[in-house]
């Protein structure tokens, strides 16, 4: 199963429970959202790929992989004293 909010996958999940009429999944309360019940493959990752009936599974033009904020200051922090 997955919860899809605006097309983009926001979670895959076995199960989930109705909490107050919320999604929740896990310990993670999902305030919107539509649970779908259909097999993911396992390449899909949340706000990676989006989800749309008839169109089926594909990449989010939008995703940004995050960067490690640490790690890019220290290695700017190399060049500075060089």
């Known amino acids: 199963m997955i919860l899809v909010d605006k097309s983009v996958v926001i979670a895959t999940m076995d199960n989930y429970e109705l909490e107050d009429g919320n999604i929740k999944i896990g310990d993670t309360v999902y305030m919107m959202g539509e649970v779908i019940d259909i097999a993911q493959p396992d390449y899909i ?16 033009s939008n995703f940004k992989e995050l960067i490690n904020v640490e790690e890019t200051v220290n290695q700017q922090q190399k060049i500075i004293e060089q």
């Open 45 to 60: 990752s949340p706000q990676k790929y989006c989800y749309e009936k008839g169109k089926g599974f594909y990449e989010n």
